[in-house]
T-cell receptor, first 114, second 114 residues
C-alpha cells in the first residue's frame, strides 16, 4: 500500500524567505508524485508533478520539487515566499497501474508573515 | 473552457437521510474521481469512474456509491447518513486514466449532517 507523510502540518515563513515543504512517500512501484495547493473554500490545483525523466520538476508560481528515490522524498521548495502563497499544500502519490486514485498526505498549511 | 462543476455547493442533512451530489467534468474528460476531505482524516479517495465503469474504489462502506453517465457527468450518493459523513466532497476530472495526468478539481460540495 502506498502512503505519504508530510512533515509539519503548519509552516510559517517570512515574506521573501525560502519555502520548504517536506514530503516522504512509500510505494511498492515507481510512483507518480504530485503537489497540489488548496486555497480557502476552493478545490485543489496542481502545482507540479513527477512521472518520469528529470528528477527536478518545475511548477507554477515559482515552485519546484526534486524526486529523490534513495530518500523516498519529494520536497517542495520556492526561493522567495510571497503573501499569496499562503494556502494548504498536499503531496500525493499514485500507482501507475491504479488509474487516478491518489493517496494524499495530511497537508501542510503555509503561513507567510509580512 | 468551463471547469469542473459540483452541485450543490452546500447542503445540510440529518442523520439517516440520503444525499446525492453531482459533478460535471471538464468537456472531453472521461475520468471522474471523488474524494472526501475532513479535518480528521484528510483527503481520502472514494471512487473513480471512466466510461461509465467504476475503475477503482476506496475503503468506504457500501453506503457510499456512485455512477457515471454517458456524457461523463457523475453522481455520488450517500445513504443512511451519519454524523461522520460531514465533509467536503471533491470531484476531479482528468483526460488520462494512467495516473500520470493532472486532476482538475471542482470547488466541492460541503455536506453537514446534523
Amino acid at each position: 500500500a502506498q502512503s505519504v507523510t508530510q512533515l509539519g502540518s503548519h509552516v510559517s515563513v517570512s515574506e521573501g524567505a525560502l519555502v520548504l515543504l517536506r514530503c516522504n512517500y512509500s510505494s511498492s512501484v515507481p510512483p507518480y508524485l504530485f503537489w497540489y495547493v488548496q486555497y480557502p473554500n476552493q478545490g485543489l490545483q496542481l502545482l507540479l508533478k513527477y512521472t518520469t525523466g528529470a528528477t527536478l520538476v518545475k511548477g507554477i508560481n515559482g515552485f519546484e520539487a526534486e524526486f529523490k528515490k534513495s530518500e523516498t522524498s519529494f520536497h517542495l521548495t520556492k526561493p522567495s515566499a510571497h503573501m499569496s502563497d499562503a494556502a494548504e499544500y498536499f503531496c500525493a502519490v499514485s500507482d501507475n497501474n491504479a488509474g487516478n486514485m491518489l493517496t494524499f498526505g495530511g497537508g501542510t498549511r503555509l503561513m507567510v508573515k509580512p | 473552457k468551463a471547469g469542473v462543476t459540483q452541485t450543490p455547493r452546500y447542503l445540510i442533512k440529518t442523520r439517516g437521510q440520503q444525499v446525492t451530489l453531482s459533478c460535471s467534468p471538464i468537456s472531453g474528460h472521461r475520468s471522474v474521481s471523488w474524494y472526501q476531505q475532513t479535518p480528521g482524516q484528510g483527503l481520502q479517495f472514494l471512487f473513480e469512474y471512466f466510461s461509465e465503469t467504476q475503475r477503482n474504489k476506496g475503503n468506504f462502506p457500501g453506503r457510499f456509491s456512485g455512477r457515471q453517465f454517458s456524457n461523463s457527468r457523475s453522481e455520488m450518493n450517500v445513504s443512511t447518513l451519519e454524523l461522520g459523513d460531514s465533509a467536503l466532497y471533491l470531484c476531479a476530472s482528468s483526460q488520462l486514466t494512467t495516473g500520470a495526468g493532472e486532476l482538475f478539481f471542482g470547488e466541492g460540495s460541503r455536506l453537514t449532517v446534523l
